[in-house]
């Protein structure tokens, strides 16, 4: 199992970032996928979360109406939509092969707001 982040960066409050997420080793399309975080000093948390089939979604209250999870099986390629981002948004994203987010996870990429 390869999962590899991608997409952050350092942005402003109120702007928008795209993560993708592109997944190896294992069938993408058979799995739920979610987006975890972590802060400097805080506990990780699950922020998003899709089935296989990209028909149910979760999303912590944290995010909810600001970030978007989606997929492309075709791809094998998990997304994760960033808008309207808050200082609080700063940590590092990690995608992971499960729905509660305690699965296998990649390296992460970087978000910081300021």
């Known amino acids: 199992v390869q999962l590899v982040e991608s997409g952050g960066g350092s942005v402003q409050a109120g702007g928008s970032l795209r993560l993708s997420c592109a997944a190896s080793?294992?069938?993408?399309?058979?799995?739920?996928m979610s987006w975890v975080r972590q802060a400097p000093g805080k506990r990780l948390e699950r922020v998003a979360a899709?089935?296989?089939?990209?028909?149910?979604?979760h999303y912590a209250d944290s995010v909810k109406g600001r970030f978007t999870i989606s997929r492309d099986n075709g791809k094998s390629t998990l997304y994760l939509q960033l808008s309207n981002l808050k200082s609080e948004d700063t940590a590092t994203y990690y995608c992971?092969?499960?729905?509660?987010?305690?699965?296998?996870r990649g390296q992460g990429t970087q978000v910081t707001v300021s």
């Open positions: 899709i089935n296989s089939g990209g028909i149910y979604l």
């Open positions: 080793g294992f069938i993408f399309s058979d799995a739920a």
């Open positions: 992971s092969r499960s729905w509660g987010g305690d699965g296998v």
